[in-house]
């Protein structure tokens, strides 16, 4: 079964930085299309942003120009780095293949990201 354990979260103050890791296990991400998505609460999951095989990627208006998704194929990760964070960033964070989201057949554990003063 597909496993992606995502890390690197934490509390920062607003303008701060962080960067997630998501390792991917039994999938290789090179062949897949790869989203962050993250769920603030009390309200539904949302897309984030998207890389595909191919390197091509795709943001929230939200969050383009602050959020940067790349992966590293030889470790079978992705990682988004995250500037400029707002409070309105608050959320668990989860990344997933655009497939998997699609169905919601499969969820990590998530990381949680607090964007406090």
């Known amino acids: 079964q597909v496993q992606l354990v995502e890390s690197g979260g934490g509390l920062v103050q607003p303008g701060g930085s962080l960067r997630l890791s998501c390792a991917a296990s039994?999938?290789?991400?090179?062949?897949?299309?790869m989203g962050w998505y993250r769920q603030a609460p009390g309200k539904r999951r949302e897309l984030v942003v998207i890389?595909?095989?191919?390197?091509?990627?795709n943001y929230a208006y939200s969050v383009k120009g602050r959020f940067t998704i790349s992966r590293d194929n030889t470790k079978n990760t992705v990682y988004l780095q995250m500037n400029s964070l707002k409070p309105e960033d608050t959320a668990v964070y989860y990344c997933?293949?655009?497939?998997?989201?699609?169905?919601?057949?499969?969820w990590g554990q998530g990381t949680q990201v607090t964007v406090s003063s």
């Open positions: 997933n293949t655009l497939a998997l989201a699609a169905r919601d057949a499969y």
């Open positions: 039994r999938i290789n991400i090179s062949f897949n299309t």
């Open positions: 890389i595909t095989s191919l390197g091509a990627t």
